[in-house]
């Protein structure tokens, strides 16, 4: 299967949880992971008018993404993958949306960043939902702290929460505990869900899932 066939399955698939859901269509954005696919691979995805991609290295996006953003301008960009502070400059600099700010370090060398480029980027926080120690995301107690230092300190304007269930968990109630975490702090936007659960996801209130292997493939 193409990725192109693979892209119109999944759009399909969204319209139809969706409906289930109750949800108006078009409240769910489709975020396509394009992470290990090389720039021709994408290209035909583009083509096809998506315009919202998701990798997970900043190193490996400059590579391919600078290119194809000059041929079709209107592309978003989000990073998914954890960021360093390290490669902050070059984030800033490529990406439209961050979604893994995860930590204090971060959260500061972004704004710093920003505010030095004169560029703003769209930003949400990642959530460990699953308190699992080799994940990154804020624990579930703590995220309203760091919202609360994001918006007051930093003067970041935040707009969403992102999670990645335990993958040998039923992902619902991890999906639950992130819409609870959204509605207690005022937060609009749910990215969750991926290609084995975003029907679920979209049960529960995501506003974007984020689906690659269903698209393009296996890695």
């Known amino acids: 299967?193409?990725?192109?066939?693979?892209?119109?399955?999944?759009?399909?698939?969204?319209?139809?949880?969706?409906?289930?859901?109750?949800?108006?269509?078009?409240?769910?954005?489709?975020?396509?992971?394009?992470?290990?696919?090389?720039?021709?691979?994408?290209?035909?995805?583009?083509?096809?008018?998506?315009?919202?991609?998701?990798e997970n290295r900043v190193q490996e996006a400059?590579?391919?993404?600078p290119g194809l953003?000059?041929?079709?301008?209107?592309?978003?960009l989000h990073l998914i993958g954890p960021l360093q502070s390290n490669k902050t400059k070059e984030a800033v600099a490529l990406f439209d949306v961050i979604q893994t700010v995860d930590r204090e370090k971060i959260a500061r060398t972004i704004a710093a960043e920003m505010k030095k480029q004169g560029k703003s980027v769209r930003l949400y926080v990642e959530v460990n939902t699953g308190m699992e120690e080799q994940k990154a995301g804020i624990a579930p107690a703590d995220c309203a702290a760091f919202l609360r230092l994001c918006r007051e300190e930093l003067g970041l304007s935040v707009e969403g929460l992102m999670c990645i269930p335990p993958f040998d968990?039923?992902?619902?109630?991890?999906?639950?505990?992130?819409?609870k975490l959204a509605?207690?702090?005022?937060?609009?936007?749910?990215?969750?869900?991926?290609?084995?659960?975003?029907?679920?996801?979209?049960?529960?209130?995501?506003?974007?899932?984020?689906?690659?292997?269903?698209i393009f493939g296996a890695r």
Do not use: C
Not at 62 to 65: A, D, L, N
Not at 186 to 206: N, R, V
């Open 1 to 54: 299967m193409s990725a192109v066939d693979g892209l119109n399955e999944v759009r399909g698939r969204i319209v139809a949880a969706t409906k289930e859901a109750g949800r108006a269509e078009g409240d769910v954005g489709l975020i396509a992971v394009s992470k290990t696919f090389d720039a021709e691979a994408i290209r035909p995805v583009l083509e096809v008018g998506q315009r919202v991609f998701g």
């Open 62 to 65: 400059q590579g391919k993404w």
């Open 69 to 76: 953003k000059q041929d079709f301008p209107d592309t978003e």
């Open 169 to 179: 968990e039923n992902p619902g109630p991890h999906f639950a505990l992130l819409r």
């Open 183 to 214: 509605e207690e702090n005022g937060i609009a936007k749910l990215s969750m869900g991926m290609s084995g659960d975003f029907g679920t996801a979209i049960g529960f209130g995501a506003t974007s899932v984020r689906v690659g292997t269903a």
